[in-house]
């Protein structure tokens, strides 16, 4: 019993310095910035530090200016001297390294400037020429633009010879059915079978 007691105060320092940690980390980031290396201070030696260290770096990173980025990695590069087989600070120190170095010195090429393209309307004999282009919309006020409506086009049926001609009548009186020829009757023989 005395083991779980202990266990539910450790896990309940640990969540209090927990959020304690992210309560300093919102707010502006100069207050944040003045804030931190107090917040470190606070926690070295115990069990959270390494958790604070990680925070405070990963909202450095996230800041996304140089100087934000460079204060990262220096806060894990001394981290990683205190604590070597952390795995966290390992890889956020190594990620974060990586990043600047492929960062450092690239700028992004400047786009060419856009090509400009004159188009000049076709040259007819006898019509006025001008610089201006006229929407007579624009220069008679009573003229209105026409509005864009919605429309359902209704497919039309199609039409085939079949349809457009009328049907034939039928005959009145049907033609008598034509008897079926079942070949010569066979013979017969007595009326006695012989």
């Known amino acids: 019993m005395l083991p779980t007691l202990l266990d539910k105060l450790k896990e309940q320092e640990t969540q209090e310095w927990n959020n304690r940690i992210d309560t300093s980390l919102t707010g502006e980031a100069d207050e944040v910035r003045a804030a931190y290396p107090a917040l470190l201070e606070n926690v070295r030696g115990q069990a959270i530090e390494t958790i604070a260290i990680e925070k405070v770096a990963q909202w450095l990173w996230e800041q996304e200016d140089e100087a934000s980025r460079h204060q990262a ?39 060419p400037p856009p090509e400009v393209i004159e188009i000049l309307p076709p040259d007819t004999e006898g019509a006025a020429t001008s610089t201006e282009t006229v929407d007579p919309a624009a220069a008679d006020p009573a003229v209105e633009k026409p509005k864009p409506t919605l429309t359902t086009e209704v497919p039309k049926p199609t039409t085939t010879e079949a349809v457009d001609k009328p049907d034939p009548k039928p ?15 066979p013979p017969t023989t007595g009326g006695d079978g012989n």
């Not at 205190?82 to 600047?100: A, E, M, N």
């Open 73 to 111: 990695v220096t806060l894990l590069e001394q981290s990683q001297q205190r604590f070597p087989d952390d795995y966290v600070i390992g890889t956020y120190l190594q990620q974060f390294r990586t990043s600047l170095l492929s960062s450092a010195g690239f700028v992004l090429p400047e786009p």
């Open 171 to 185: 005959d009145p009186k049907p033609d008598p059915p034509k008897p079926v020829d079942l070949g010569p009757p």
